[in-house]
């Protein structure tokens, strides 16, 4: 079996993860495709940082909650002790905090205080949470919890290139760039015939924007928000963004807001320390979403469809510089040094998609991340491919299983429990205006 060719759909965090893994269990015919270079200049994990929480895995059978604690400690693992992935972990403490009522509901039920978790009630507790002179903003109405221990950041970046440089030492092959590493479709069996009446339907491989054939024992497609332009999903996956911001520090002011806690508002926003090799503070705000709505020619239905772009709209900058207002009025108007829209695919329940697809026997799917994918490339790949082979624990299985009958007449506005922004998913038809960085 460690002979059987494999392609992969995605160089990006689900896919880099995946072929490790797979190289890791001595596969040795594995070939990963991309329409970027390495690392994607599109993919959400090629970033400078993001957020990472460890979690210790369920000893209750009934616990609810089962299948995300055990991805969690999975991750939790990875980071502390798998040597690609452990160097990028900072352990720096992360605070989690709220202004609204309903967002203040949601983290008390995550993050209650106890071991090396601190209530913080007021802005002065915030601002001893900080070295001197960094959280300098009023922080109204702001209550939350910190973390002390077991957790931080992830240079993105960096992990997202150690999981491809060790892929590639062990074997597996990255194809990059457009045309011939953009996979264009999937590849089907001929339909059954006088000599194969039988014959179920099955992926046997891609064709790329070259035109070339790439054929396989399996594929797994782990294409991102992407996912749904090679299959029908029957709504399960809602391609959704978000947006970010950097601006520019001094190297002394770098220096001093080196090793600070993450610090994430659920109505407002988050960021941690500034990127050590360009000195720049990366800033997202926090909101359900943005969705960009087309109708299908066929069906007439709506959907979301992902497009790539290194701005941000000016009601997310001033979201942004709300959100520095509020903790550092110090750096509130500095000029954006970058910024871009990122996109995951949220599912109906935001629990991942991984399965063998029911009608294609080879094909597998690791898609679904919404918009937590990140913080599991060290373990997430091990799941896809446990799926592959046919032994991923039956509670994961269950969850993470292909499930189109949750998706029947899907509510395309839920927030999925996110808050901030204008509290609702927005439309980029919307938008009334875009940044213009580095654009005359």
Same mark, same amino acid.
Not at 229 to 244: E, I
Not at 297 to 308: D, I, N, Q, T, W
Not at 344 to 371: M, Q, W
């Given at each position: 079996?460690?002979?059987?060719?494999?392609?992969?759909?995605?160089?990006?965090?689900? /896919?880099?993860?995946?072929?490790?893994?797979?190289?890791?269990?001595?596969?040795?015919?594995?070939?990963?495709?991309?329409?970027?270079?390495?690392?994607?200049?599109?993919?959400?994990?090629?970033?400078?940082?993001?957020?990472?929480? @460890?979690?210790?895995?369920?000893?209750?059978?009934?616990?609810?909650?089962?299948? &995300?604690?055990?991805?969690?400690?999975?991750?939790?693992?990875?980071?502390?002790?798998?040597?690609?992935?452990?160097?990028?972990?900072?352990?720096?403490?992360?605070?989690?905090?709220?202004?609204?009522?309903?967002?203040?509901?949601?983290?008390?039920?995550?993050?209650?205080?106890?071991?090396?978790?601190?209530?913080?009630?007021?802005?002065?507790?915030?601002?001893?949470?900080?070295?001197?002179?960094?959280?300098?903003?009023?922080?109204? /109405?702001?209550?939350?919890?910190?973390?002390?221990?077991?957790?931080?950041? +992830?240079?993105?970046?960096?992990?997202?290139?150690?999981?491809?440089?060790?892929?590639?030492?062990?074997?597996?092959?990255?194809?990059?760039?457009?045309?011939?590493?953009?996979?264009?479709?999937?590849?089907?069996?001929?339909?059954?015939?006088?000599?194969?009446?039988?014959?179920?339907?099955?992926?046997? =491989?891609?064709?790329?924007?070259?035109?070339?054939?790439?054929?396989?024992?399996?594929?797994?497609?782990?294409?991102?928000?992407?996912?749904?332009? @090679?299959?029908?999903?029957?709504?399960?996956?809602?391609?959704?963004?978000?947006?970010?911001?950097?601006?520019?520090?001094?190297?002394?002011?770098?220096?001093?807001?080196? &090793?600070?806690?993450?610090?994430?508002?659920?109505?407002?926003?988050?960021?941690?320390?500034?990127?050590?090799?360009?000195?720049?503070?990366?800033?997202?705000?926090?909101?359900?979403?943005?969705? &960009?709505?087309?109708?299908?020619?066929?069906?007439?239905?709506?959907?979301?469809?992902?497009?790539?772009?290194?701005?941000?709209?000016?009601?997310?900058?001033?979201?942004?510089?709300?959100?520095?207002?509020?903790?550092?009025?110090?750096?509130?108007?500095?000029?954006?040094?970058?910024?871009?829209?990122?996109?995951?695919?949220?599912?109906?329940?935001?629990?991942?998609?991984?399965?063998?697809?029911?009608?294609?026997?080879?094909?597998?799917?690791?898609?679904?991340?919404?918009?937590? /994918?990140?913080?599991?490339?060290?373990?997430?790949?091990?799941?896809? +491919?446990?799926?592959?082979?046919?032994?991923?624990?039956?509670?994961?299985?269950?969850? +993470?299983?292909?499930?189109?009958?949750?998706?029947?007449?899907?509510?395309?506005?839920?927030?999925?429990?996110?808050?901030?922004?204008?509290?609702?998913?927005?439309?980029? =038809?919307?938008?009334?205006?875009?940044?213009?960085?580095?654009?005359?």
């Amino acid at each position: 079996m460690q002979d059987a060719s494999i392609l992969i759909v995605g160089a990006g965090t689900w /896919g880099a993860s995946t072929a490790l893994h797979l190289a890791r269990r001595g596969y040795t015919n594995v070939t990963v495709l991309d329409a970027y270079p390495q690392p994607s200049a599109i993919s959400a994990g090629n970033d400078v940082n993001k957020i990472v929480s @460890f979690s210790e895995s369920s000893c209750l059978h009934d616990d609810p909650d089962y299948a &995300n604690r055990t991805f969690f400690a999975a991750l939790s693992h990875g980071f502390r002790h798998d040597p690609v992935f452990q160097p990028h972990f900072h352990e720096t403490g992360a605070i989690t905090s709220a202004v609204s009522p309903e967002a203040l509901k949601h983290i008390h039920r995550r993050d209650r205080p106890g071991d090396a978790v601190i209530e913080l009630n007021t802005p002065d507790d915030f601002r001893q949470a900080f070295p001197s002179g960094v959280l300098t903003g009023p922080l109204q /109405g702001w209550k939350g919890y910190w973390k002390q221990r077991g957790a931080g950041w +992830v240079h993105a970046r960096h992990a997202l290139l150690a999981a491809i440089t060790e892929a590639q030492r062990l074997g597996v092959r990255f194809i990059g760039g457009d045309p011939e590493g953009k996979v264009v479709r999937l590849l089907f069996s001929p339909p059954s015939s006088a000599t194969t009446p039988s014959a179920p339907p099955d992926v046997i =491989g891609v064709e790329t924007a070259d035109g070339t054939h790439h054929h396989a024992d399996r594929v797994i497609l782990a294409a991102g928000a992407n996912a749904d332009h @090679f299959l029908d999903f029957k709504n399960q996956l809602r391609p959704t963004a978000w947006t970010l911001a950097h601006i520019r520090l001094t190297a002394a002011e770098a220096a001093q807001y080196r &090793n600070l806690p993450v610090l994430f508002n659920a109505d407002q926003g988050f960021f941690m320390e500034p990127d050590a090799d360009r000195h720049e503070l990366k800033i997202c705000d926090e909101h359900p979403g943005y969705c &960009n709505w087309v109708r299908d020619p066929v069906s007439g239905e709506r959907r979301s469809v992902p497009f790539a772009r290194h701005q941000i709209p000016v009601e997310a900058e001033e979201r942004i510089r709300g959100l520095l207002r509020a903790t550092m009025p110090q750096l509130a108007e500095r000029p954006l040094a970058f910024a871009r829209i990122c996109w995951c695919a949220d599912t109906v329940d935001r629990n991942f998609l991984i399965d063998v697809h029911p009608e294609y026997k080879s094909l597998v799917l690791a898609v679904g991340a919404s918009g937590r /994918g990140f913080a599991h490339i060290p373990s997430i790949g091990g799941f896809v +491919v446990d799926r592959m082979e046919g032994r991923l624990e039956g509670r994961l299985a269950e969850v +993470v299983r292909w499930r189109a009958e949750a998706a029947v007449g899907r509510d395309w506005e839920d927030t999925l429990g996110r808050f901030g922004g204008e509290y609702r998913v927005m439309d980029f =038809g919307e938008v009334q205006g875009w940044t213009n960085i580095g654009e005359i």
